[in-house]
């Protein structure tokens, strides 16, 4: 017979568990900063850069191609591609507080066919797959989450690299531009190297983007602004450029960059 401690011990057994309170978070920085979200803040901005990317091709009236990349084995998260031009990139979502950001050369050497305009190797050494680093550095105190897209490629350290790029203007505490040497200086160690070696990009050495639109157009896609400056800063770098037939291009490259970034 079961005496009256085992019936108090089964009955506690038995006793249902009070259902966890669901975490209330005081405001949206609160709820983004939080561990657990980690995933679904990823993946808020994801569908955010997807939405904006989108909306910016609509606005020159076609349908973009964006294609989400499950597994990251290739150090790209998306590609997008407008039928004339596909880019692959890796996506970062960041506050304001990261310098710098890792990736392969191989990820940001120029495809073959570009890769001698841009006075890269035309060997394994200085070919790549032509990607491209868009960092969404987002505010976390902004109501409806503003995003600042920030822009690296190696059209982008090119262009840096001779002094075309126009130098943003200094913000107190903010992104310090960085200088055409350190632009040279990673185009060099990126021109050798076997490609799955990793190199890190300072935040200096990227452009920020005055808005999607630009971004496309800083990628070299069609968009609503002009994205003719790739093919000026290659014409102007390649062994065919003379300044009697084809004039001072590089004014032309830094025009067309200043309406594409803030500075």
């Not at 089964?10 to 920085?29: C, I, Q, S």
């Not at 304001?96 to 990820?107: D, E, V, Y």
């Not at 190297?193 to 983007?209: C, S």
Request: with cysteine; net charge positive.
């Amino acid at each position: 017979m079961p005496g009256a401690g085992d019936e108090r011990a089964e009955v506690k057994g038995n006793r249902k568990r009070k259902p966890k309170r669901a975490k209330v978070y005081t405001d949206l920085k609160t709820f983004l900063k939080a561990d657990e979200n980690t995933v679904t803040r990823e993946r808020l901005l994801f569908h955010r850069f997807c939405f904006d990317m989108y909306l910016a091709a609509a606005r020159r009236a076609y349908p973009l191609a964006v294609l989400s990349i499950e597994v990251d084995r290739e150090g790209f998260d998306v590609v997008l591609d407008d039928g004339d031009r596909e880019r692959r990139i890796q996506l970062k979502a960041v506050d304001a507080k990261t310098a710098s950001w890792k990736t392969t050369k191989r990820f940001l050497r120029p495809e073959a066919s570009l890769a001698q305009d841009l006075r890269f190797q035309p060997t394994i050494e200085g070919i790549g797959v032509g990607g491209a680093i868009v960092v969404m550095q987002y505010d976390p105190d902004a109501p409806d989450l503003s995003i600042k897209y920030l822009f690296c490629d190696a059209h982008i350290l090119s262009a840096m690299a001779e002094g075309w790029v126009p130098r943003p203007k200094p913000r107190g505490r903010g992104r310090k531009p960085g200088s055409p040497h350190t632009a040279e200086q990673l185009l060099t160690l990126l021109n050798c190297g076997i490609g799955a070696e990793h190199i890190e990009v300072p935040k200096g050495l990227f452009v920020e983007a005055r808005g999607p639109e630009h971004l496309l157009a800083l990628l070299e896609m069609h968009s609503p602004e002009d994205h003719q400056w790739c093919f000026m800063l290659r014409l102007r770098l390649g062994r065919q450029y003379t300044p009697e037939t084809h004039g001072p291009l590089e004014r032309e490259i830094q025009k067309h960059l200043q309406q594409l970034i803030v500075v």
